[in-house]
């Protein structure tokens, strides 16, 4: 439920930096890249940019959030099979005393 109410009040605050940039700056600029030039308005770059800059960070949120659930996953694997052994090295002990 949490995640919900998170994931809603981060639309509404992308939703409201739109609309307050695209409301205010309504200039043209050029705009240079390595291959080419365009004149864009400045609300329209700046939205460009910005959700260029929120996918590139979700993604390398992502990476790292994949890296440490397959870290997490080997690691419960391991613990698991040590579990495993231990158990068995105390049966075997157990039946050798008797």
Do not use: P
């Not at 609309?19 to 050029?30: L, S, W, Y």
């Not at 030039?37 to 790292?64: D, H, K, P, R, Y």
């Amino acid at each position: 439920m949490i995640k919900y109410i998170f994931g809603f009040i981060i639309i509404i605050a992308i939703l409201l930096v739109a609309i307050t940039v695209g409301a205010n700056n309504d200039q043209v600029i050029t705009f240079n890249y390595i291959v080419a030039q365009s004149e864009l308005q400045l609300s329209t770059l700046v939205a460009i940019l910005f959700g260029l800059g929120l996918i590139l960070g979700w993604l390398i949120t992502g990476i790292f959030y994949l890296k440490l659930k397959l870290k997490n996953m080997a690691l419960l694997r391991q613990v698991k099979r040590q579990t495993q052994q231990i158990s068995e090295l105390t049966t075997s002990r157990d039946k050798a005393v008797q």
